[in-house]
């Protein structure tokens, strides 16, 4: 770990002057993340500017009748909020199915947002990895990836983004807001993230002078039909292979609207709207889900030892798909 300043910052101008004055300063919290990338020497930020005494650790309601989850909330204390159980129950099952309870406790909204990729070439820093190091190749498109991406890929980058709770977010169509010294701004959450391309060492749309101040939640809740199903190596304490987050309004045995999320298989939370138009207004029936399930893979991609993504995130989408329609949850 490289030596670094520390600076701790009590309102949210403060916090926004001090990251936009250093280039190599990192905003910390939680540290759930960040402090395991320095101690790898894969982050090495020249200082950390300490978030956790900012006013943004509530949850409140929007005018619009959504709900404001603030960047400094812990995941446990936003997923067992009684508002968000009620309304928002996708996104709680997203919460509750990362990391451990200790992580849990720790780690923030804002946090969450931010995570980096656990792809094992990455956290070695022995190993050329585009995303830690550009242009210095990536390991993985030859090597072990059986935990990476089979859509949205480059051939720069092949890594997956972690958060079981930005896949949540993803099919809630939820938004990001953010403070500079230039002022706030929105970012839907379908764009706050984003493929590699030919940088894959940058993971989202926020400016290195940006802090995350909350992520509101739109009133459209999902509430009914729902489900967050997450396929993995053992049954707690592990990132997903495969995640998906369903989420449906019913008329009758129709689906009047449609949102699939998946994680697991992207450098981002990966929607696919082609695959929703063909569930929506139709019957809630085996064909029409494997249909679906077809259309999100349709341009996958394998690169060996994780070839076998492709059929189990079709079965993934369809099994997540059958239990949101009966009102069930994953065991």
């Not at 980058?157 to 706030?184: K, N, R, W, Y």
């Not at 839907?188 to 940006?210: C, M, S, V, W």
């Not at 309004?249 to 298989?265: K, Q, Y």
Request: proline share 5%.
């Amino acid at each position: 770990m490289n030596n670094f300043s520390y600076t701790r910052v009590s309102d949210v101008a403060s916090a926004v002057r001090e990251i936009a004055a250093d280039t190599t300063a990192k905003f910390i919290a939680g540290g759930t993340n960040l402090v395991d990338l320095m101690k790898e020497n894969v982050a090495r930020p020249g200082r950390l500017i300490d978030i956790t005494r900012l006013p943004l650790n509530k949850i409140e309601a929007t005018e619009d009748g959504g709900l404001r989850l603030g960047a400094l909330v812990k995941n446990a204390d936003t997923a067992y909020d009684e508002t968000v159980r009620a309304r928002y129950p996708l996104l709680s099952k997203a919460i509750l199915a990362g990391a451990s309870a200790q992580l849990r406790n720790m780690a923030t909204n804002g946090g969450s947002l931010m995570q980096r990729t656990r792809c094992y070439c990455f956290y070695d820093t022995a190993t050329p990895c585009n995303k830690r190091e550009p242009a210095a190749g990536c390991s993985a498109l030859d090597g072990f990836n059986r935990i990476h991406a089979i859509l949205g890929a480059s051939d720069q980058c092949i890594a997956t983004h972690p958060s079981d709770m930005c896949v949540a977010l993803a099919a809630l169509e939820a938004s990001v807001q953010v403070q500079s010294s230039e002022g706030q701004r929105q970012i839907p959450f379908a764009k706050f993230h984003r493929l590699p391309g030919d940088t894959p060492q940058i993971d989202n749309t926020l400016q290195p002078y940006e802090m995350i101040t909350s992520i509101d939640l739109p009133p459209k809740s999902f509430a009914g039909n729902y489900c967050y199903l997450k396929l993995r190596d053992r049954a707690s304490y592990a990132f997903a292979l495969v995640s998906v987050a369903a989420a449906l309004e019913m008329d009758g045995d129709r689906i009047s609207t449609a949102r699939l999320a998946l994680g697991g298989v992207a450098h981002k939370p990966w929607r696919d709207g082609e695959a929703e138009e063909i569930l929506n207004g139709k019957p809630a029936s085996l064909k029409n889900f494997q249909q679906a399930a077809a259309a999100v893979v349709r341009n996958a991609k394998g690169y060996g030892e994780n070839d076998f993504k492709i059929e189990l995130a079709q079965h993934a989408i369809v099994r997540a798909l059958q239990l949101a329609v009966s009102m069930e949850q994953p065991a």
